[in-house]
């Protein structure tokens, strides 16, 4: 039991603690970033959210209250456009994943024996980026309109049917969604797969794995950091969306999300506290959401 | 015979390379290669970084593809066989111990793979054997380097296969440790009765673990056989010189009797016993190991048993401890090494002191190298050897004033 002795007496290094007023000098406009345009809003937010109406008073005016009535009446109106945030988020997540996943491995893995290829195919992944969002997502409205090319195409194939439409679906927003949200799952996969050690894959093989249990046991797990990160930066946007769902651009009626909602509420209905609750709604069940998802991939010792 | 993943191996299987070569984009790793490792030996694969024995290992795991020859494990032919269905286990020069796992998890990681029963109690009974089971809930990157390389031999051997590969598995230990691995190595080996494949470049581990060395050098093999024999009748100046240090010498073959031959070293007859020289006419290399040459203050009287190469003069000593090296530069010869035991107190020469070398003609041997391919000593004295020459000269000068 020798070994043992030497294992448990690991010392715990302390990183010399010094009192630096510099650090907290430069940490200062950090701070007053944070409290102004953060911490402000938020507080602001909060109070609003809990406003009950003037009484007598016009269309959009509230007094500061405590009416956490708000949150059962938005709850209760809007329970179908919370539900269908989250359902069109974690469909474009899970397909913006199964886009990237093989994209990443490519360009991370397969590619490193031509950097040129490598660095080519990633300035195309971020080339989308040099064209305005909104812009793109106008286009492919343009690009998957009933009378564009590819729909009457469908159609004269009898793909589709005659009288049915693709914009104002809920697949149009599931496309939109996963089409402007891959460059952010792909990215953080790469970064996490181009330092994927294969030497651990030769030893999965080694020890008589197959390629695909090689995959399932050995490389996703060691990739799990980068699925991690980009399925959160792909998930906590495309929940508060509301550019793919609006009717200016992919969606229809049926297929409104929180983020149209809140926007409805906010600069139509004039009712803020409604907005507001809304707003607080989805980032505490995203908090929620995110935090579990965290704790059960259980990265926190590969990150 | 033929080798199932699926259950245990019995025993070591042969392994056999035929005609192999493996080709880069751009060089030849190895040019060709006819090997055969019987069952249940411990051979060893020694060369210098570069030879191609690393690919070697890497053919017969099946990490890469042969282009050109066949693989044949315990009979069969698993050329196109894919890694992970060869009845073959690597201990990886890195150990590759994947970091998501805890080191039981590893270990049984091929057994799972390989659906076998109690593959846990299977990995507790491994991690025993290397005496690593109260770590089984670790993760690797919380184990020293010693106990990583334990932990991937366990990983190894849990699945007793019919044939181990190690790849330079024992570089990153100290000396200690790596004393300690070696014997545990051995030990487990010749419990298991496996056949184990060992890749290195350190020759010392070869020779004290092997029962079979092959020294390669430029993807080829240039000899073959029990350390002892490579040691002491060293075929080629590769080998004489890559496994422990030789001192050698050109020259042309003088006479021949039934048993020696005698070679020209400039000037001084050697002889050489027939059945120890590879080359019995012309130009040829012979050698001597340093341990086995004497150093004389004074001219001994010359002997038809003995080969006497001087005067030449003492330019070096190194003491260290159990012996002492001496380099002699011997005048139109070349600097020679002799390791003597420090049987009495001390040095017996000092530096500068005229010496004469000799050694029993038994003891020398004959390469089988073109000398003219053959690293060749310079034929004039070196500097060193002319600087220490030099300041006796003027010392003596002095003297005389």
Same mark, same amino acid.
């Given at each position: 039991?020798?070994?043992?002795?030497?294992?448990?007496?690991?010392?715990?290094?302390?990183?010399?603690?010094?009192?630096?007023?510099?650090?907290?000098?430069?940490?200062?406009?950090? =701070?007053? #970033?944070?409290?102004?345009?953060?911490?402000?809003?938020?507080?602001?937010?909060?109070?609003?959210?809990?406003?009950?109406?003037?009484?007598?008073?016009?269309?959009?005016?509230?007094?500061?209250?405590?009416?956490?009535? &708000?949150?059962?009446?938005?709850?209760?109106?809007?329970?179908?456009?919370?539900?269908?945030?989250?359902?069109?988020?974690?469909?474009?997540?899970?397909?913006?994943?199964?886009?990237?996943?093989?994209?990443?491995?490519?360009?991370?893995?397969?590619?490193?024996?031509?950097?040129?290829?490598?660095?080519?195919?990633?300035?195309?992944?971020?080339?989308?980026?040099? =064209?305005?969002?909104?812009?793109?997502?106008?286009?492919?409205?343009? =690009?998957?309109?009933?009378?564009?090319?590819?729909?009457?195409?469908?159609?004269?194939?009898?793909?589709?049917?005659?009288?049915?439409?693709?914009?104002?679906?809920?697949?149009?927003?599931?496309?939109?969604?996963?089409?402007?949200?891959?460059?952010?799952?792909?990215?953080?996969?790469?970064?996490?797969?181009?330092?994927?050690?294969?030497?651990?894959?030769?030893?999965?093989?080694?020890?008589?794995? &197959?390629?695909?249990?090689?995959?399932?046991?050995?490389?996703?797990?060691?990739?799990?950091?980068?699925?991690?990160?980009?399925?959160?930066?792909?998930?906590?946007?495309?929940?508060?969306? #509301?550019?793919?769902?609006?009717?200016?651009?992919?969606?229809?009626?049926?297929?409104?999300?929180?983020?149209?909602?809140?926007?409805?509420?906010?600069?139509?209905?004039? &009712?803020?506290?409604?907005?507001?609750?809304?707003? =607080?709604?989805?980032?505490?069940?995203?908090?929620?959401?995110?935090?579990?998802?965290?704790?059960?991939?259980?990265?926190?010792?590969?990150? | 015979?033929?080798?199932?993943?699926?259950?245990?191996?019995?025993? /070591?299987?042969?392994?056999?390379?035929? @005609?192999?070569?493996?080709?880069?984009?751009?060089?030849?790793?190895?040019?060709?290669?006819?090997?055969?490792?019987?069952?249940?030996?411990?051979?060893? *694969?020694?060369?210098?970084?570069?030879?191609?024995?690393?690919?070697?290992?890497?053919?017969?795991?099946?990490?890469?593809?042969?282009?050109? @020859?066949?693989?044949?494990?315990?009979?069969?032919?698993?050329?196109?066989?894919?890694?992970?269905?060869?009845?073959?286990?690597?201990?990886?020069?890195?150990?590759? $111990?994947?970091?998501?796992?805890?080191?039981?998890?590893?270990?049984?990681?091929?057994?799972?793979?390989?659906?076998?029963?109690?593959?846990?109690?299977?990995?507790?009974?491994?991690?025993?054997?290397?005496?690593?089971?109260?770590?089984?809930?670790?993760?690797?990157?919380?184990?020293? @380097?010693?106990?990583?390389?334990?932990?991937?031999?366990?990983?190894?051997?849990?699945?007793?296969?019919?044939?181990? *590969?190690?790849?330079?598995?024992?570089?990153?230990?100290?000396?200690?440790?790596?004393?300690?691995?070696?014997?545990?190595?051995?030990?487990?080996?010749?419990?298991?009765?496996?056949?184990? $494949?060992?890749?290195?470049?350190?020759?010392?581990?070869?020779?004290?673990?092997?029962?079979?060395?092959?020294?390669?050098?430029?993807?080829?093999?240039?000899?073959?056989?029990?350390?002892?024999?490579?040691?002491?009748?060293?075929?080629?100046?590769?080998?004489?010189?890559?496994?422990?240090?030789?001192? *050698?010498?050109? /020259?042309?073959?003088?006479?021949?009797?039934?048993?020696?031959?005698?070679?020209?070293?400039?000037?001084?007859?050697?002889?050489?016993?027939?059945?120890?020289?590879?080359?019995?006419?012309?130009?040829?290399?012979?050698?001597?190991?340093?341990?086995?040459?004497? $150093?004389?203050?004074?001219?001994?009287?010359?002997?038809?048993?003995?080969?006497?190469?001087?005067?030449?003069?003492?330019?070096?000593?190194?003491?260290?401890?159990?012996?002492?090296?001496?380099?002699?530069?011997?005048?139109?010869?070349?600097?020679?090494?002799?390791?003597?035991?420090?049987?009495?107190?001390?040095?017996?020469?000092?530096?500068?002191?005229?010496?004469?070398?000799?050694?029993?003609?038994?003891?020398?041997?004959?390469?089988?190298?073109?000398?003219?391919?053959?690293?060749?000593?310079?034929?004039?004295?070196?500097?060193?050897?002319?600087?220490?020459?030099?300041?006796?000269? *003027?010392?003596?000068?002095?003297?005389?004033?």
């Amino acid at each position: 039991m020798a070994f043992a002795a030497f294992a448990t007496a690991e010392a715990q290094p302390q990183a010399p603690r010094k009192k630096s007023r510099i650090a907290l000098f430069l940490l200062l406009p950090g =701070i007053l #970033y944070l409290v102004l345009f953060f911490l402000t809003p938020l507080v602001s937010l909060v109070l609003t959210s809990l406003q009950a109406p003037r009484e007598f008073g016009d269309i959009g005016q509230y007094d500061y209250a405590f009416n956490w009535q &708000n949150y059962v009446d938005v709850v209760e109106a809007y329970w179908p456009h919370i539900l269908r945030s989250f359902g069109y988020a974690l469909a474009a997540t899970v397909l913006a994943l199964a886009f990237s996943y093989p994209l990443a491995y490519f360009i991370g893995v397969k590619a490193r024996r031509w950097p040129l290829l490598q660095s080519l195919m990633l300035v195309l992944v971020i080339a989308p980026f040099f =064209i305005s969002f909104l812009l793109r997502t106008l286009a492919w409205k343009q =690009i998957l309109s009933d009378e564009s090319f590819i729909i009457t195409s469908l159609k004269a194939l009898s793909l589709m049917a005659p009288d049915a439409h693709f914009t104002g679906t809920p697949f149009a927003v599931i496309f939109g969604l996963t089409y402007n949200f891959i460059p952010f799952m792909t990215l953080p996969l790469y970064t996490t797969l181009e330092r994927l050690d294969l030497r651990y894959l030769e030893a999965g093989s080694d020890l008589y794995a &197959n390629p695909f249990t090689v995959f399932r046991t050995v490389t996703v797990p060691l990739s799990m950091p980068g699925i991690v990160a980009g399925t959160l930066l792909t998930f906590i946007p495309a929940a508060g969306d #509301y550019v793919n769902a609006s009717r200016d651009f992919l969606g229809g009626p049926d297929t409104q999300m929180m983020g149209n909602v809140i926007e409805a509420n906010f600069l139509v209905l004039l &009712n803020y506290p409604a907005a507001a609750a809304l707003s =607080i709604i989805l980032m505490a069940a995203i908090l929620v959401l995110v935090g579990v998802y965290v704790k059960r991939s259980g990265t926190e010792d590969l990150l | 015979m033929t080798v199932s993943i699926r259950e245990f191996a019995e025993r /070591g299987a042969d392994l056999e390379l035929v @005609g192999i070569q493996k080709r880069f984009p751009g060089f030849t790793a190895i040019e060709e290669l006819d090997l055969t490792i019987p069952a249940g030996s411990f051979f060893a *694969l020694l060369g210098p970084s570069g030879c191609g024995k690393t690919t070697t290992l890497r053919l017969v795991a099946g990490l890469e593809e042969p282009t050109r @020859g066949r693989i044949l494990i315990g009979g069969t032919d698993v050329t196109s066989t894919k890694a992970h269905q060869r009845p073959v286990n690597t201990v990886f020069q890195s150990y590759a $111990l994947f970091p998501h796992m805890s080191i039981l998890e590893n270990v049984g990681f091929g057994l799972k793979r390989r659906r076998i029963a109690d593959a846990e109690a299977r990995a507790h009974e491994a991690l025993r054997l290397v005496e690593l089971d109260h770590l089984a809930q670790r993760r690797p990157a919380q184990l020293s @380097g010693g106990q990583q390389q334990r932990v991937a031999l366990a990983r190894a051997i849990v699945n007793r296969p019919a044939l181990l *590969l190690l790849d330079e598995p024992l570089g990153a230990l100290d000396l200690k440790l790596r004393r300690q691995m070696q014997l545990e190595l051995k030990s487990i080996q010749e419990e298991v009765g496996l056949t184990f $494949l060992h890749v290195t470049h350190d020759q010392e581990e070869a020779m004290t673990m092997a029962d079979t060395v092959a020294v390669m050098n430029k993807g080829a093999i240039e000899q073959m056989g029990a350390p002892e024999e490579l040691y002491e009748l060293p075929r080629t100046t590769f080998v004489a010189n890559f496994l422990g240090q030789s001192n *050698l010498f050109t /020259g042309e073959v003088v006479g021949t009797t039934d048993t020696a031959i005698t070679v020209d070293v400039q000037g001084t007859p050697v002889i050489v016993p027939t059945a120890r020289a590879a080359r019995h006419q012309g130009e040829v290399t012979i050698g001597v190991r340093p341990e086995k040459v004497a $150093l004389h203050r004074d001219a001994p009287a010359s002997s038809a048993e003995r080969n006497l190469i001087g005067p030449g003069r003492v330019i070096d000593v190194s003491f260290s401890g159990v012996s002492t090296q001496y380099l002699v530069a011997v005048p139109g010869i070349g600097t020679l090494t002799v390791f003597a035991q420090n049987i009495g107190f001390g040095p017996v020469a000092a530096e500068g002191a005229e010496v004469w070398i000799s050694w029993q003609v038994e003891h020398g041997f004959g390469l089988e190298d073109e000398p003219g391919e053959a690293a060749r000593f310079p034929a004039d004295t070196d500097t060193r050897s002319i600087a220490a020459q030099r300041r006796d000269a *003027l010392v003596a000068e002095l003297e005389e004033h």
